[in-house]
């Protein structure tokens, strides 16, 4: 047993997450999670709402509210979406808590005193009705290089040279058309430099990372800069420096601060355990928490905050990098073992787009799906090593042909039969097994190997795909058998041998399909007789601010409970009820309606 930490990238608050947002990484954390915990390791899995930054303050000042009420509704929103789809967060937060900001602030002493944060003069834009920073992309003008009218301050989508929004003729606000002034602003600069050969040193030692994010991330250490961190904006986390730290001008940018969450959801998760030092287990690189194990889930656009900036933040923290140092109080810190990112998601061949409408929110499509037909759909046609596009038309060939068919046939024919013809897990023939009865039970034996060593190794889509040849498998047996034609009373104690087999490898088959379709999982344990929790599920709590702030809901649960990842031998004479459909067929007319909504 060994300690693992999911560290699940957290979203943004300033609206519902659509399917796209969690096919990548929100379903995929759990399913490793689920297995994890399964298999015997202690895993914490955190994660919660990301809330500062100029787009939540421009959406708020649109609307008229605060950022703080902007932020609350769309974290309430998220948090009950992310519930309602099972996944098992230990702990989802959100970046407003003053645990959150004690930790940052924690986090940017230690990097000051070390040396790696550095003040710096730069011309940078501001807006002049507010004297708040205008990002790069929030600036458009006309292109220096090529004359394309609409370039962002970032880059020209026209001619694809990067630019400097300075350099821009003609710039504009896009959030309210002025013209931005560029004034010279003093702020904190991450010194990343100097951080670059220890960063180095540590990506060669990584092991079983995709070669693609590897590659990318020693890429990005060739011409490493010196990377703001603070922003003229008074939505953020205080600057933890006297004369500055009561300034309402200057806050940490969200980025920094976003990514010390997994380290602050942490703290705040042992805080409320009653063991408020019970975060080190999978955090201190000395002592207690040396051997833990993290795991980090993202989008591929995201990979550089996981896979180069918190590693540099945690390195430099703790005393590492060309600066030396020492570690702040909370000790040296574990960088991540693994960075594990997805690719994206498409809906009917297009971007995902929440302007253009062409999106499907998670609250809506559970609305109308349950949540396992979605789980499903993303374990076996999801994101995970290119990109993927979702179609209406496949989530219904997916849900009835493999899900109801497959799945749940072979769920409902050998429950429905045994309930009928025995009211119980029949017993096995004193006879004894024939060769393939024991060929299927091996199979479905062994799967457990299999699949737990895909799902461990991040390969998902290969690990269901080996669950469903169990079921594949069994559905081949049942109609070669054909118990439901052994009527006779001297075929009976033949009839229970050829369930008891079919239900055993039911029973194995779900405990394998556990972590991916847990809500079914539990229904499944149920129709076998089973009782307690088989697949333990999130909840979500009204929580008080632990260091005296507003109140506000986590998601959280008790996931000792559950199944383990191992075969149980069913016991015969369990009684079973009448089975009930646990997967839902669907009607072919979906696609014709979901693609008229799509069309608004
Ligand atoms: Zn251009």
Redesign the pocket.
């Known amino acids: 047993m060994s300690h693992v930490l999911a560290a699940v990238a957290w979203p943004y608050a300033n609206g519902p997450r659509h399917i796209g947002h969690v096919s990548g990484f929100g379903v995929p954390s759990d399913v490793f999670s689920r297995y994890m915990r399964m298999a015997g390791h202690d895993v914490l899995m955190v994660s919660g709402t990301d809330e500062h930054g100029t787009p939540i303050q421009v959406q708020a000042d649109a609307e008229g509210v605060t950022p703080r009420e902007l932020a609350d509704r769309y974290n309430r929103v998220i948090a009950e979406d992310l519930r309602a789809l099972g996944l098992s967060y230990d702990l989802f937060t959100r970046t407003t808590t003053r645990n959150h900001y004690a930790v940052v602030q924690e986090l940017f002493s230690g990097l000051h005193r070390n040396g790696y944060i550095v003040p710096k003069v730069t011309t940078g834009a501001i807006s002049p009705s507010t004297g708040r920073t205008l990002p790069d992309r929030y600036i458009e003008g006309t292109?220096p290089?090529?004359g394309?009218d609409s370039?962002r301050g970032d880059q020209?989508d026209?001619?694809g040279?990067q630019l400097d929004p300075i350099d821009l003729i003609d710039p504009k606000s896009k959030i309210n058309g002025e013209t931005p002034e560029f004034v010279e602003t003093e702020h904190f600069f991450l010194d990343l430099p100097a951080l670059a050969d220890s960063l180095r040193q540590w990506l060669d030692t990584r092991e079983g990372w995709r070669p693609n994010v590897l590659r990318f991330s020693r890429n990005l250490l060739d011409d490493l800069q010196p990377r703001a961190i603070t922003r003229d904006l008074e939505w953020g986390v205080p600057i933890p420096l006297d004369d500055w730290r009561d300034r309402p001008d200057k806050r940490i940018y969200v980025w920094f601060d976003a990514v010390i969450g997994y380290l602050s959801a942490s703290i705040e998760w042992a805080r409320r355990t009653g063991d408020p030092e019970a975060w080190r287990k999978w955090w201190s690189a000395d002592g207690q928490g040396k051997d833990a194990r993290s795991y980090y889930f993202m989008g591929k656009d995201n990979i550089v905050f996981h896979s180069v900036i918190w590693p540099a933040l945690l390195g430099g923290y703790s005393g590492e990098g060309a600066r030396d140092g020492e570690p702040g109080e909370l000790g040296r810190l574990n960088l991540p073992t693994e960075v594990v990112s997805s690719e994206y998601l498409t809906m009917e061949g297009r971007k995902f787009s929440s302007s253009r409408k062409v999106v499907i929110y998670v609250r809506d499509f559970l609305e109308r799906y349950d949540a396992d037909a979605l789980r499903y759909f993303i374990a076996v046609a999801g994101p995970e090593s290119n990109d993927t596009d979702f179609t209406w038309a496949e989530f219904l060939r997916r849900n009835n042909d493999e899900l109801v068919a497959g799945w749940g046939n072979l769920v409902n024919r050998s429950v429905s039969l045994a309930a009928k013809n025995f009211g119980a897990i029949p017993p096995v023939d004193p006879a004894g097994l024939t060769e393939a009865d024991q060929a299927l039970l091996d199979t479905a034996k062994a799967g457990f190997a299999v699949v737990g060593d895909l799902i461990a190794r991040h390969r998902q889509k290969q690990a269901i795909g080996e669950a469903m040849k169990v079921v594949a498998e069994a559905n081949k047996y049942l109609s070669e058998q054909a118990p439901w034609k052994l009527k006779g009373a001297d075929d009976k104690p033949r009839m229970g041998t050829v369930l008891h087999v079919a239900l055993q490898v039911v029973s194995d088959a779900n405990t394998l399909l556990t972590p991916f379709l847990p809500h079914s999982a539990q229904k499944i344990h149920e129709l076998l007789g089973g009782t307690g929790v088989h697949a333990p599920m999130p909840v979500v709590e009204e929580v008080d601010d632990l260091d005296g702030g507003p109140s506000y809901p986590v998601l959280t649960g008790d996931y000792t409970v559950g199944a383990r990842w191992e075969s149980v031998p069913l016991e015969a004479g369990r009684p079973l009820a009448a089975p009930k459909p646990v997967f839902r067929k669907l009607d072919p007319s979906i696609v014709e309606e979901e693609l008229a909504r799509l069309a608004g």
């Open positions: 292109c290089i090529c394309y370039a020209c026209n001619c040279n």
